[in-house]
Nanobody, 123 residues
Framework: QVHLVESGGGLVQAGGSLRLSCAASGHTFSFSGMGWFRQAPGKEREFVAAINWSVGNTYYADSVRGRFTISRDTKNTLYLQMNSLKPEDTGVYYC?????????????????WGQGTQVTVSS
């Protein structure tokens, strides 16, 4: 079993920045990638960004491209640097891990999910 824990969320004014982290623990084995998703109040969860773990290719939703940066470190920690935040970026942000190769922009590719961290951007 893999346990994912997000941190770094909070309240920030529009135009500000936050850096989310996702730490993994539990059974360690190879996996294909990790991603960030978010869910705004009253809306479905949506893709934000993903990274192919071995190659390092990154993928972004159009709404965050150029403002958000996904990255990883050698300790299997996932990050999401969020700059120029907008009120529409408000939501609960989840990290997830995909075991088998798949389309990392799709939720069904992921096997493990964290509990989420709240990000609130005020106008």
């Amino acid at each position: 079993q893999v346990h994912l824990v997000e941190s770094g969320g909070g309240l920030v004014q529009a135009g500000g920045s936050l850096r989310l982290s996702c730490a993994a623990s539990g059974h360690t084995f190879s996996f294909s990638g990790m991603g960030w998703f978010r869910q705004a109040p009253g809306k479905e969860r949506e893709f934000v960004a993903a990274i192919n773990w071995s190659v390092g290719n990154t993928y972004y939703a159009d709404s965050v491209r150029g403002r958000f940066t996904i990255s990883r470190d050698t300790k299997n920690t996932l990050y999401l640097q969020m700059n120029s935040l907008k009120p529409e970026d408000t939501g609960v942000y989840y990290c997830a891990r995909a075991i088998a190769p798949g389309i990392l922009t799709r939720q069904y590719a992921y096997n493990y999910w964290g509990q989420g961290t709240q990000v609130t951007v005020s106008s």
